[in-house]
């Protein structure tokens, strides 16, 4: 399944953010709740169209999972298999996939067999390309997870993404903590574009329509860490969509 997500920034806003060098930032969870792990870093324009297929591969890392780390891949499986196991070896390869044990269908296992006493962790996730553009970005991580020798890993990816504005954070560095508003995106169901809106006045992005008019919409949901309920409909709260 091919997947769109359009991002549509005024050009008056596009000013004030360029100034204060704030990027889009792009993540997308695994196995639930928050990402940890940056998949994309944009330079903002006024339409910005994201294309990606629901295609993973396998990283190892030897990087540590702490805030602002950023990862660098040891091994990778450019495409992986869903519903198997990989192998990670002490030639710190990954071997040949194996149905045993079981995985569920949707569902990518790393096994850490590397019994090097120099490496009594690795750290291991998924990866994914997608388009910016015309500018292609391949195999990016979208996850990270810690995995001791001779134990493993399950990481089963969702189809939505979580959308915000940063600075000085960059693809594939490890994200910790969440303290500001960003917006979720949900595909499935026969939803394979969606298109949101900065709103200056609300700080995010907001749903919009192909022509950039604040809309309402069930695949938009928003991450607030302060509020009581961490993530409100977009049904429940018509002021997301109200105009600036």
Do not use: C, H
């Not at 091994?75 to 149905?99: C, I, L, M, Q, R």
């Not at 990518?108 to 690795?122: I, K, M, R, S």
């Not at 996850?143 to 693809?171: I, R, Y």
Request: glycine letters at 6%.
């Amino acid at each position: 399944m091919d997947y769109t997500l359009q991002l549509t920034i005024d050009s008056s806003d596009l000013e004030i953010l360029k100034a204060a060098q704030q990027n889009i930032i792009i993540a997308k969870p695994v196995g639930g709740g928050s990402p940890n792990v940056s998949w994309l870093t944009i330079d903002p324009f006024a339409q910005n169209t994201i294309e990606w297929s629901e295609i993973y591969g396998l990283y190892a890392s030897n990087s540590s999972i702490q805030a602002g780390a950023k990862i660098y891949k040891v091994a990778n499986v450019e495409v992986a298999d869903d519903g198997n196991t990989y192998p990670f070896k002490a030639t710190n390869t990954f071997g040949d996939p194996s149905p045993v044990p079981p995985v569920p269908n949707g569902t990518f296992a790393v096994n850490n067999v590397n019994d090097n006493p120099l490496y009594p962790y690795l750290t291991f996730g998924l990866t994914q390309s997608a388009t910016i553009g015309p500018m292609s970005v391949l195999n990016a991580p979208i996850s990270a997870a810690v995995v001791p020798t001779m134990q493993a890993v399950t990481m089963t990816p969702l189809t939505s993404v979580w959308v915000w504005l940063e600075s000085n954070l960059m693809s594939g560095t490890v994200i910790t903590s969440v303290t500001s508003k960003r917006a979720i995106a949900t595909y499935g169901d026969g939803v394979t574009t969606i298109g949101l809106k900065y709103s200056r006045s609300k700080g995010y992005f907001v749903p919009a329509t192909a022509s950039g008019e604040f809309t309402k919409s069930k695949n938009y949901m928003l991450y607030d860490p302060l509020a009581a309920d961490i993530k409100a409909s977009n049904d429940d709260i018509q002021q997301l969509v109200s105009p600036r």
